[in-house]
């Protein structure tokens, strides 16, 4: 007879692994998607499916496969100001990159769990909200406390604080949110159909 937690966890493990490579691949196409100085973040509906179905630690474990991701961008040189970030501090680069990805898939899972009490669809609206709430929030509190440096090179002539909000991050956010929002329903019936299996 098969024991039904190990059935589970197995389950478990399998399907993070499966979304964790559908992460590393999108992001790594993403990198070349570059409406700006930024990549777009092409994984948030990925990273909020995990963390709904598994629960915020799943999350966080996806985020960090992103964050692996866009680290390597800036380490091969494949991202500009991901480069530059590294150039002026490997070790700070390493911590945000890899922090704000495990944030993102945290706080949509916390999301999820907090709404999701209330129905699916309201979770899964909160967790997609959420997640690039926090991924753009860390990145530009990093730039402007930690990396004021580079931020203030990329500006150039224009106002630090437009261009970081604006200019850099304005047209990513707005895409990954509005991509994360309309894919609500979708993610919806998709955690449906498979099932909620926590952490």
């Not at 190990?6 to 992460?23: C, E, F, P």
């Not at 992103?66 to 700070?92: D, N, Q, R």
């Not at 604006?166 to 019936?189: H, K, P, Q, Y």
Request: hydrophobic share 60%; net charge positive.
């Amino acid at each position: 007879m098969v024991n039904s937690s190990n059935t589970t966890k197995v389950r478990r493990i399998t399907g993070i692994a499966l979304l964790s490579a559908i992460i590393v691949i999108l992001q790594v196409v993403a990198t070349f998607v570059r409406p700006g100085l930024i990549p777009v973040n092409l994984v948030l509906p990925a990273i909020v499916i995990g963390a709904a179905m598994y629960g915020a630690k799943a999350g966080a474990i996806l985020g960090l496969c992103f964050g692996a991701v866009v680290l390597s961008s800036g380490i091969t040189g494949t991202a500009p100001m991901s480069t530059m970030m590294w150039g002026a501090s490997p070790l700070l680069m390493t911590i945000v990159t890899l922090g704000r990805g495990a944030a993102q898939g945290y706080a949509a899972g916390a999301a999820y769990t907090a709404f999701a009490k209330k129905s699916t669809y309201a979770g899964v609206l909160a967790a997609a909200i959420v997640a690039p709430v926090v991924n753009t929030g860390i990145f530009l509190a990093a730039l402007i406390f930690l990396f004021r440096g580079t931020l203030v090179h990329f500006a150039g002539d224009t106002e630090v604080l437009y261009f970081a909000f604006v200019v850099m991050t304005g047209t990513n956010f707005l895409f990954e949110l509005v991509v994360n929002v309309v894919l609500v329903s979708a993610i919806d019936r998709i955690i449906r159909v498979l099932g909620r299996t926590r952490f």
